[in-house]
């Protein structure tokens, strides 16, 4: 079994920031594309960023790009999001991924799910 168990969550004002992490243990070498999905009150799970084992290759929706910063650290089993410039619209709860394989826009596609971590900004 994989556990994947997030930290970092709050409270912040807009324009403010917050570092999400998520560590990983178990079966981790199973786990090559890792990930971040958002899921908010009433909406459907959402993805955010994705990262490649070597993080090469990085991915994030539109509305985080320039915002956001995904990366990972292989030897500590842990992956982070970097959250800059926050927007009320940003508030969710936050979920950490992994998957066999490539990265994946669709959230049915990961393997395994932390138990999410709360963001919340406020105006």
């Known amino acids: 079994q994989v556990q994947l168990v997030e930290s970092g969550g709050g409270l912040v004002q807009a324009g403010g920031s917050l570092t999400l992490s998520c560590g990983v243990s178990?079966?981790?070498?199973?786990?090559?594309?890792m990930g971040w999905f958002r899921q908010a009150p009433g909406k459907e799970r959402e993805f955010v960023a994705a990262?490649?084992?070597?993080?090469?290759?990085?991915k994030y929706r539109d509305s985080v790009q320039g915002r956001f910063t995904i990366s990972r650290d292989n030897a500590k089993n842990t992956v982070y999001l970097q959250m800059n410039s926050l927007k009320p619209e940003d508030t969710a709860v936050y979920y950490c991924?992994?998957?066999?394989?490539?990265?994946?826009?669709?959230?049915?596609?990961?393997?395994?799910w932390g138990q999410g971590t709360q963001v919340t900004v406020s105006s």
């Open positions: 991924t992994g998957k066999i394989g490539a990265i994946d826009y669709d959230s049915s596609a990961y393997a395994a």
């Open positions: 178990g079966r981790t070498f199973s786990f090559s594309a």
């Open positions: 990262i490649s084992w070597g993080g090469r290759i990085i």
